[in-house]
């Protein structure tokens, strides 16, 4: 019978050890989810072309016959001109020589009509020549426009033919009809370079492709949102062996914690407008987005295989939720152990830049769990067991900033957005701007300096 009363008294004060707490939950605020509007980023990418491939794809274009004259009767002199080699570019002070190697058959006519009978003979000649012309370049609508103008046309020959007793050089003949095919030819070489160099496809089908989300991290689940708004282009300018222009881009950049996200870009949208200069530098704001239900996921993990103890009195943390109130963030804590039941927590989101962590500053019982807990748990109420669970209430973005920055950096190491485009830049280190809470998420904002070039070359 005594070890019987001895066994019972031991089981009640076995259950008495084990408390049951019932705190009252702070509710979460209802208001609306925060618009979050981080500033744009900038990111400047001067864009260097090959004028071997502006030679390469209007030698694609122009071909075959460039001008044709029918008729002999209005001037004595009917001809043809073709295209006969390769046109070659070269940069001269600043504007782009275009050599055009040609050939010419002409017919000339001689002789006169007298009383309704014509007496007229023709001649058939082949010439070679170079003419050579220098564009002026600019930028309109995203094409590259030039102001073509012959400079010079030189004939490898000079034949000559003789009419009556005077000898005439068929070259005299045939400059004074230049200025009838001379139009012809700027324009043509104009319409070639404006059909070959048209930017708007190759920048689109670029940003689209780096709009696309991109896994930054796998373990964390972070995405890299790029979404452009607008592009900036200066005027063209001609280099040794390049033509050069600055092009910017302003967008948003996040990061994104979860599931992959939708790409926003929408093509119809990007506008081009022209710019006197663009800023040489990437400024690139980055928000990186951390919705509660991941941020609980990261926080239940780091309590795991913790004890929280006083003398014999132990607790472990079960599971953690996180909710917005009043500009706070209430951390909830499932307890088992010694005692049983949800305490909460609450405290201003902050960021340590060192560490590269979100944290909790001035984490502290609410008002109703520390009353509660100094009733029934006194023990669990002091100052050395809350700092000790404020240790594991963080979490940390460092791997989502490394692989984002590792992202972005990928973007600018030979990355070739396609064939013969190539990105080139250099990234530096990601700095805290400021933190922002809603009723979804925690939003940090950080930016991201470097360079970027992009170059094309080889395009086919």
Known sequence: MKNLVWLLAVVLTACSSVKKIESLKPEPDDAAPLIYDTEPSFINMPVEISIQDIENQINKTLNGVIYEDKDITDDDIKLTVWKQAPIQLRSENGKMKVILPLKAKIFYRYGTS???IDLYDTREFDLN???SLLSEVNLLNWKLQTKTRI?????????????GSKVVSITYLVDPAIKYFKGKIEKNIDDAIKKTVD?????????AKISEP??????YQSWVRFTPIE???????IGKSTLVMDMGVKCKIETLVGAKPKSLFDRDAVVLKAVKSVPHAVNAKVIAVSTYADAEAIITKNFAGQEFASGSRKVKVEQVKLWHKSGKIVVALTLSGSLNGDIYLSGFPAYNAQTK???FDN????LDTKSTLIKAANWLASGTILKKMQQACRYSIAPNLEEGKKQLQRYTSNYSVMPGVFVNGTMNDVVFDKIQVNNKAILAFLEVTGKVTVKVDGVK
């Open 114 to 116: 007298k009383l309704g």
């Open 129 to 131: 020549g170079v003419v």
């Open 151 to 163: 400079s010079d046309l030189d004939w490898k020959e000079s034949p000559s033919m003789t009419i």
């Open 199 to 207: 930017f708007k496809p190759q920048v689109l089908d670029a940003l």
């Open 214 to 219: 991109s896994l930054a991290s796998e373990t």
């Open 231 to 237: 592009v900036y282009a200066t005027d063209a300018t």
């Open 357 to 359: 962590e979100i944290y």
């Open 363 to 366: 984490l502290d019982y609410v």
